[in-house]
T-cell receptor, first 115, second 120 residues
Framework: DQQVKQNSPSLSVQEGRISILNCDYT??????FLWYKKYPAEGPTFLIS?????DKNEDGRFTVFLNKSAKHLSLHIVPSQPGDSAVYFC??????????????FGRGTQLTVWP | GAVVSQHPSWVICKSGTSVKIECRSL??????MFWYRQFPKQSLMLMAT?????????EQGVEKDKFLINHASLTLSTLTVTSAHPEDSSFYIC????????????????FGPGTRLLVL
């Protein structure tokens, strides 16, 4: 049962434009959401996160938006650069009890930024 | 920043042999480490949660006798794939949780670079 879903396996964007990556979740108990960037044959690297009490978090070119009522979050990258080309994973965390720290991942979205 | 290493980065072995993968937190202590598996074009699937000094907690469907996890110190966890078969070929990734930064509003989990396993 996939509790975190990324329905778009790929996204292609021209350099300089905005990239919008989407993520949906089903578990209303998730209280922290993260985006990771991953290159082939490497581990994920943390990009940006947002707690459930906020609806927006911004870090440079990256902004994450959270819509709790819709159980939806998105990552905006502006302006997109060719170096942003990678697989982006959305993850959610449930810090209750025995699941403390556990992350639930989506399937990822391959972002390609072309010149 | 926090660094997590994995060794080896890739391994090729014959069917029936056992393979050990190490996960180390280099500059912090990790009471909890996680082991993931990723198939091509798939998500990272949590295999087990490893707690220092206690038995690992395995996810449903993961054979604990096949995937042995040992977390003997605060900086080292090992995953041993016993009697490996071609279907065990995958990309295995560990992560470690830095409890000194624990706080629900912070990212505290750091990932290793992964280990590519190919079983012939």
């Amino acid at each position: 049962d996939q509790q975190v879903k990324q329905n778009s396996p790929s996204l292609s964007v021209q350099e300089g434009r905005i990239s919008i990556l989407n993520c949906d979740y089903t578990n209303s108990m998730f209280d922290y959401f993260l985006w990771y960037k991953k290159y082939p044959a490497e581990g994920p690297t943390f990009l940006i996160s947002i707690s459930s009490i906020k609806d927006k978090n911004e870090d440079g070119r990256f902004t994450v938006f959270l819509n709790k009522s819709a159980k939806h979050l998105s990552l905006h990258i502006v302006p997109s650069q060719p170096g942003d080309s990678a697989v982006y994973f959305c993850a959610a965390r449930d810090d209750r009890g025995s699941t403390l720290g556990r992350l639930y991942f989506g399937r990822g979205t391959q972002l390609t930024v072309w010149p | 920043g926090a660094v997590v290493s994995q060794h080896p980065s890739w391994v090729i072995c014959k069917s029936g042999t056992s393979v050990k993968i190490e996960c180390r937190s280099l500059d912090f202590q990790a009471t909890t480490m996680f082991w993931y598996r990723q198939f091509p074009k798939q998500s990272l699937m949590l295999m087990a949660t490893s707690n220092e000094g206690s038995k690992a907690t395995y996810e449903q469907g993961v054979e604990k006798d096949k995937f042995l996890i040992n977390h003997a110190s605060l900086t080292l966890s090992t995953l041993t794939v016993t009697s490996a078969h071609p279907e065990d070929s995958s990309f295995y990734i560990c992560s470690a949780r830095d409890m000194t930064r624990a706080g629900w509003d912070q990212e505290t989990q750091y990932f290793g670079p992964g280990t590519r396993l190919l079983v012939l």
